[in-house]
T-cell receptor, first 113, second 115 residues
Framework: GAGVSQTPSNKVTEKGKYVELRCDPI?????LYWYRQSLGQGPEFLIY????????DSGLPNDRFFAVRPEGSVSTLKIQRTERGDSAVYLC???????????FGPGTRLTVL | GENVEQHPSTLSVQEGDSAVIKCTYS??????FPWYKQELGKGPQLIID?????GEKKDQRIAVTLNKTAKHFSLHITETQPEDSAVYFCAASRKDTGTASKLTFGTGTRLQVTL
């Protein structure tokens, strides 16, 4: 079956611009996670959704970052006033209800010039 | 919060040899420990996982061991093949009933299998 998909695969933007990154989880998965991976590092947790609500947003670095999941399926990560330090690969993962296992998408590589 | 350390950062082995990657964690309440393989330009792929009620788990050439007392776990790959070359990440999470199980990752091990 189809895995987690993320669009776009690459995004280049200028400092100060607004960007949206999209995640389509595996069909039927109720939990959705966003992580950020800097070069040479492991993924770092940003936010977790259970259904439509953000159950844990403790990993969001500041208020420029926001994520939504209005219908409990697709999620969008939104970054305002982008900074060069936001450049990274943004990964999305989903998991079935009551499961530990997280399945990752291919990521969106964000470059802020 | 949880802290996961991973060693070595790079590992080179000859085809057919074994590879071992070790991780330690800090939160004694962590109870789920997955290992991911990440190839260049791709997302992490789950290869094996272990829960805190189990000491060892094996799947073909891959095995994971867990020592809860020492708070460390290891990945063992036997009979390595060139296609095993990738970056491997360990992770830990604490899964309480009805709560999030965000993963805390190690810094990764770049494994190179040479012919």
């Amino acid at each position: 079956g189809a895995g987690v998909s993320q669009t776009p695969s690459n995004k280049v933007t200028e400092k100060g611009k607004y960007v949206e990154l999209r995640c389509d989880p595996i069909s039927g998965h109720t939990a959705l996670y966003w992580y950020r991976q800097s070069l040479g590092q492991g993924p770092e947790f940003l936010i977790y959704f259970q259904g439509t609500g953000a159950a844990d947003d403790s990993g969001l670095p500041n208020d420029r970052f926001f994520a939504v999941r209005p219908e409990g399926s697709v999620s969008t990560l939104k970054i305002q006033r982008t900074e060069r330090g936001d450049s990274a690969v943004y990964l999305c993962a989903s998991s079935p209800t009551m499961s530990d296992t997280q399945y990752f998408g291919p990521g969106t590589r964000l470059t802020v010039l | 919060g949880e802290n996961v350390e991973q060693h070595p950062s790079t590992l080179s082995v000859q085809e057919g040899d074994s590879a071992v990657i070790k991780c330690t964690y800090s939160d004694s309440a962590s109870n789920y420990f997955p290992w991911y393989k990440q190839e260049l330009g791709k997302g992490p792929q789950l290869i094996i996982d272990i829960r805190s009620n189990v000491g060892e788990k094996k799947d073909q050439r891959i095995a994971v061991t867990l020592n809860k007392t020492a708070k460390h776990f290891s990945l063992h790959i036997t009979e390595t093949q060139p296609e095993d070359s990738a970056v491997y990440f360990c992770a830990a999470s604490r899964k309480d009933t009805g709560t999030a199980s965000k993963l805390t990752f190690g810094t990764g091990t770049r494994l190179q299998v040479t012919l």
